[in-house]
């Protein structure tokens, strides 16, 4: 089955540019996706095909995707950016795949 | 606009059975394949269950196959999960999710509900 690793956790400052980290064993050859959950809510999709955003995701939010890693970048950070984040890949093995998700504390 | 409203959750003992529904509405149900994904208390994301827009196809993770069933009623705009045979591991949110149309075997969720919480406890 295929694999996906995560940072446990992330802080940043308000303004500055947090980066969250998804590893995967040449990744960069399927699409990624990410998800914003915030507390006690759904996951919500923020970043689909490595790079493309949703209506409505701010262009804050940023993703690429190369070799065995893929990176989601939210710039300016905001104090209602703390969430949890995940990345998903879809894998003929294991069907959906989800990282373990990422904790992002703004300080 | 679209939206996913889940029900059926509830407390049941280990061994036992409960199904779970999806409503969909604000889109047109039968065009889209529908997925089941739950959150363990405190963990991450696990995709559970998968279904084609038809419901010709089902798709099981390896820790549901077997013990969990889905189906689709597209006349009602309905998803059902019959979960059997639950253990405490099954204890969850369970949410309800979409996915787009025409992703191409790279497929994601666009669209989720507001879960509904399944408790596995004697």
């Known amino acids: 089955s295929y694999v996906l690793t995560q940072s446990p956790s992330v802080s940043v400052a308000p303004g500055k540019t947090a980066r969250i980290t998804c590893g995967g064993d040449?990744?960069?050859?399927?699409?990624v996706h990410w998800y914003q959950q915030k507390s006690g809510q759904a996951p919500v999709l923020i970043i689909y095909?490595?790079?493309d955003r949703p209506s409505g995701i701010p262009e804050r939010f940023s993703g690429s995707n190369s070799g065995n890693t893929a990176t989601l970048t939210i710039s300016r950070v905001e104090a209602g950016d703390e969430a949890d984040y995940y990345c998903?890949?879809?894998?003929?093995?294991?069907?959906?795949?989800f990282g373990p998700g990422t904790k992002v504390t703004v300080l | 606009e679209v939206q996913l409203l889940e029900s059926g959750g509830g407390l049941v003992q280990p061994g036992g059975s409960l199904r779970l529904s999806c409503a969909g509405s604000?889109?047109?149900?039968?065009?889209?394949?529908m997925s089941w994904v739950r959150q363990a208390p405190g963990k991450g994301l696990e995709w559970v269950s998968g279904?084609?827009?038809?419901?010709?196809?089902?798709f099981y993770a390896d820790s549901v196959k077997g013990r969990f069933t889905l189906s689709r009623d597209n006349s009602n705009n309905r998803l059902d999960l019959q979960m059997n045979n639950l253990r405490a591991e099954d204890t969850a949110i369970y949410y309800c999710?979409?996915?787009?149309?025409?992703?191409?075997?790279?497929?994601?969720?666009?669209?989720w509900g507001q879960g509904t919480l399944v408790t596995v406890s004697s």
């Open positions: 998903q890949v879809w894998h003929r093995s294991s069907d959906y795949v």
């Open positions: 095909f490595d790079t």
């Open positions: 604000g889109f047109t149900f039968s065009n889209y394949d």
């Open positions: 040449n990744i960069g050859s399927h699409s």
């Open positions: 279904i084609s827009s038809s419901g010709d196809k089902t």
């Open positions: 999710a979409k996915v787009p149309v025409n992703c191409g075997g790279d497929c994601y969720f666009n669209y």
